[in-house]
């Protein structure tokens, strides 16, 4: 795999990505996770595909993610939103191209549809995850959680099995992220494109309800449709069996568009 990029937004914002530069072909684009980076199986397996097929191909960092540069305690949903836009401009340019979203990226890529709907071809989401800021954590969190959160404007949410050290996760989780949330709400707006989109989970997610896929397609009132629940899958996906269940359903769609 070839080294990794640096885009520059701005004068102080450096975003790292993987590409497959393409002038004028269809490019797939991965949209990686809540406290997600760019070194794991899933952008690999994806980069791998598009080479294999001669698609462009482009996989981002958000700010404060992975080695792109901010705090990630200052980000949020819009600026990680407007990260991946930017981005697209200034690599993907005017080309065709597949969102992949995984987790908070499939919330990240329907942010998308408002500026590149001629260009947007296909979805799939991966353990999708829109609003899940307010619906599986703030509402779930205790009273005494969301109070340290209001009154100190942060608090460190631990997550995971508390038994294994290596299955432990620390989210730092801020009150400007939160109301932040609230202001990306994507579960009311249809979305009337003619494209395919479709929804994988697992099985066995615990951070994300089945439901939270079926409630991506119901917003898109013309595509064609398929939500694939993968028995025994758990969050990520990303095993060998199921990202080869996620390339044959893009080798699919790539078929239907051309």
């Known amino acids: 795999m ?81 990260d991946v836009t930017s981005s697209i401009k200034k690599i993907v340019k005017k080309n065709w191209f597949i969102l992949i979203g995984s987790s908070m990226g499939a919330w990240i890529s329907l942010n998308q549809f408002k500026y590149f709907k001629n260009q947007i071809k296909g979805f799939v989401g991966i353990g999708s995850a829109p609003e899940f800021l307010e619906k599986l954590m703030w509402k779930k969190f205790p009273k005494k959680i969301r109070q340290e959160i209001i009154s100190k404007g942060i608090s460190i ?62 917003l898109f009132t013309k595509a064609k449709k398929r939500i694939v629940v993968i028995k025994n899958g758990d969050h990520s996906l990303s095993n060998k069996k199921s990202l080869k269940r996620i390339n044959s359903e893009l080798d699919r769609i790539v078929k239907n568009i051309f």
Do not use: C
């Open 2 to 82: 070839k080294k990794f990029k640096y885009l520059k937004i701005s004068k102080t914002k450096k975003l790292r990505y993987i590409d497959n530069f393409s002038k004028k072909n269809l490019y797939i684009i991965f949209l990686p996770g809540f406290m997600s980076d760019i070194e794991g199986e899933k952008p690999k397996a994806f980069k791998r595909y598009a080479v294999k097929n001669k698609l462009g191909f482009l996989a981002i960092e958000y700010s404060g993610h992975g080695k792109s540069s901010g705090e990630f305690t200052r980000g949020n949903i819009s600026e990680w939103s407007n």
């Open 157 to 218: 949410i631990k997550h995971g099995d508390p038994n294994n050290k290596k299955k432990q996760y620390e989210y730092p989780i801020t009150y400007q992220l939160i109301k932040d949330g609230r202001k990306n709400k994507v579960l009311s707006k249809k979305i009337n494109l003619r494209i395919n989109v479709t929804m994988f989970h697992g099985q066995k997610d615990e951070a994300v309800p089945v439901s939270f896929s079926r409630k991506v397609l119901a």
